[in-house]
Structures are given as C-alpha cells and as structure tokens.
C-alpha cells in the first residue's frame, strides 16, 4: 500500500527557515516525481514544487520561487521541502503527493506550517 | 498562468439526486484535466483523470467529461459519502493550478 508520511511542521517567526520531509513506502519512489502541494486555513489548493524521480526536472510556483527548494533522497524514499524566508501567507498545510502522468494519484495526511511572530 | 474557474461554489442537492459541476479553464488544456475529492480534516482523493477516467476504486456514480476550456463532473445519486468538495486541476501546463472548490452540501 502507498503511503506518505509529511513531517516538519511547526511554528515558526517571519523569516526563519524550516524543511519539510516526506517518507514514501509501498511503492518504488525512485521511479516516480513528486510534488509539494499547500493549502492555507480554509483556502483551497495550491501546487508548490515537483521533481521528477532522476531530479533533472525541477519546478516551482512563482510564490515560491527563489525561496523554497525541494529534493529528495531516493536512497532513502525521502522528499524534502527547504523553505527559507517564510512569510505568513506561506502558513498552510503541506502535502507531499505522488505524480503520474501528471496527475497526483496518492497524497500524504499533511503537515502545518505556521508562520506568525 | 491558466485560471481555473469552478461553479458553482456551493451546491446543495438531495441525497439520491444528481449533482452537475463545472470546471473552465481559460486557455486550452485538451483533456489534460482531473477533479479531487476532499473531506474536513482529509487530503484530497484523486477521483478523475484525463478529464473522463475514474481513478482505482472510484465508484462509477462518477462521470467526468469535457475537452479543451470546459469540463464536466457528474455524480448521477448522491450518497452520504459524497457530500465534499470537489477540486479540479489541470495539468497541461506549469504552473498546475486548481479550481477555487465547489462544496456539495447536502439539501
């Protein structure tokens, strides 16, 4: 059975830095992209980051961009999310989600980031 | 960047009924299309993609539809366990970007 499990969340002040973890199993997570997908307190979604599974291709929101990172350690099945100079409208839920063809196919439970002073 | 645009925002509909939601984009996605189902406290569940292909384990009281800029989600009777909301995203281009939700709510 795919799972994954996000972690990292906790508060944090304006400007500080945090990295997000994802841990995959039931699936060969080397063979497959993965994204970071957010979600703000009552809001809807909103795609952050993807990385194919050789991590070649890399992208980013604008919102995010020059700001967060993403990689991963396949050796590990591990995705991470380094997020630096957050901002309280980067205050949200953070899933780690499966890509294929496209479409996220398997999601994680989630973790909140809060971002306040 | 493509702008997804859902409707209504909220429905309400009897259990047993059928439920019609829509999903614009505004520029062309061909079928590049899916709908997510998401319940207080839940991640969102992949229901459609492709804009017509039921994911794994998708009851087929689902039914998606639509090609190029506007997209259909049918629900054809309502159960209990359908009152949600319902996410679409496209994913012919970058950035992905999703609709703003449609709450079903029961009537």
């Known amino acids: 059975e795919v799972e994954l499990v996000e972690s990292g969340g906790v508060l944090v002040q304006p400007g500080e830095s945090l990295r997000l973890s994802c841990a995959a199993s039931?699936?060969?997570?080397?063979?497959?992209?993965m994204n970071w997908v957010r979600q703000a307190p009552g809001k809807g979604l909103e795609w952050v980051s993807y990385?194919?599974?050789?991590?070649?291709?890399?992208n980013y929101a604008d919102s995010v961009k020059g700001r967060f990172t993403i990689s991963r350690d396949n050796a590990k099945n591990s995705l991470f999310l380094q997020m630096n100079s957050l901002r309280a409208e980067d205050t949200a839920v953070y899933y780690c989600?499966?890509?294929?063809?496209?479409?996220?196919?398997?999601w994680g439970q989630g973790t909140l980031v809060t971002v306040s002073s | 960047e493509i702008v997804m645009t859902q409707s209504p925002a909220t429905l309400s509909v009897s259990p047993g009924e059928r439920a019609t939601l829509s999903c614009r984009a505004s520029?062309?996605?061909?079928?590049?299309l899916d709908w997510y189902q998401q319940k207080p406290g839940q991640a969102p569940r992949l229901l459609m993609y492709?804009?017509?292909t039921r994911a794994t384990g998708v009851p087929g009281r689902f039914s998606g539809s639509g090609s190029g800029t506007e997209f259909t989600l049918t629900i054809s009777s309502l159960q209990s366990e359908d009152f949600a909301l319902y996410y679409c995203?496209?994913?012919?281009?970058?950035?992905?970007?999703f609709g703003q939700g449609t709450k079903v709510e029961i009537k």
């Open positions: 990385i194919t599974s050789d991590t070649r291709t890399i």
């Open positions: 039931g699936f060969a997570f080397s063979l497959y992209s």
């Open positions: 520029q062309s996605i061909n079928s590049n």
């Open positions: 995203q496209q994913y012919n281009n970058w950035p992905r970007t």
């Open positions: 989600a499966r890509s294929v063809a496209g479409s996220f196919d398997h």
């Open positions: 492709g804009a017509s």
